[in-house]
């Protein structure tokens, strides 16, 4: 099965674009995606994707990504796939709505799963995520949890569960899907120059573990 699908790869790996009407834009309207002056609907590519989840079946996943990054999402996505890279799960945010963006985010990161397009602010910023634009993509969140620090450079584990708080204090240990700077998810996103939020500097920033974002510069 392996096998066949990476040699039919254009039509298990595959991107598109969104137009208005089609299913795709009618799920995503006024959920994830909404008339804004920051990004618009021909920047964005509805992408398709093969994985193997937690017990390690082979499953089909959506992803929504910025155009820019069509390519590096297409090429690490199949690299995973070649590899047997288990990914909890690769929905797009929408079939977790909450009502709102921010409040989505949560549900979706609780849910363990790997996405990236959401028009939303940074919770607590005025500023738009990366996410907002499509140009950040988050694998494995429950693993790879988001975490604030206090001055003292303590993290904040308010309302974490025991098994997030593990997997903040265990990140070097061999420990399954939790990503490292040996983990082949950090070296796929690396080599496509993407920045990895589990290399930011506490405590003027979090540590976004399960958070990849590549910066391009326009010309």
């Known amino acids: 099965m392996k096998n066949m699908i990476l040699e039919n790869s254009d039509r ?3 991107g598109r674009c ?3 009407g089609d299913d795709i834009y009618n799920r995503i309207i006024n959920k994830s995606y909404r008339v ?4 618009s609907l021909s920047d964005l590519r509805y992408v398709q994707v093969m994985y193997y989840d937690y017990n390690h079946d082979i499953q089909r996943g959506e992803i929504i990504v910025n155009k820019d990054i069509l390519d590096d999402t297409l090429f690490i996505f199949k690299e995973l796939f070649r590899n047997e890279y288990e990914l909890y799960s690769v929905r797009l945010v ?3 709505w909450a009502g709102d963006p921010l409040t989505t985010d949560e549900a979706s990161m609780r849910a363990n799963n790997s996405s990236c397009f959401n028009y939303r602010k940074i919770a607590g910023k005025t500023y738009l995520s990366k996410h907002a ?12 949890p988001y975490v604030r ?3 003292d450079g303590k993290p904040i584990c308010d309302g974490m569960s025991d098994e997030e708080i593990y997997y903040i204090n265990n990140r070097n240990i061999g420990v399954s899907h939790v990503i490292t700077h040996e983990d082949l998810a950090y ?3 690396s080599e496509c120059g993407f920045e990895w939020g589990g290399d930011w500097n506490p405590p003027m920033e979090p540590l976004d573990y399960q958070h ?8």
């Not at 804004?36 to 990004?39: C, E, K, R």
């Not at 634009?133 to 790879?144: C, R």
């Open 12 to 14: 298990y790996f595959c």
């Open 133 to 144: 634009t499509g140009h950040a993509i988050d694998i494995n969140p429950y693993e790879n």
């Open 149 to 151: 620090f206090d001055e």
């Open 18 to 20: 969104i137009s208005i």
């Open 212 to 219: 990849f974002e590549k910066i391009l510069i326009k010309k």
């Open 36 to 39: 804004n002056d920051d990004i």
């Open 187 to 189: 070296k796929l996103f």
């Open 94 to 96: 929408d079939d977790l």
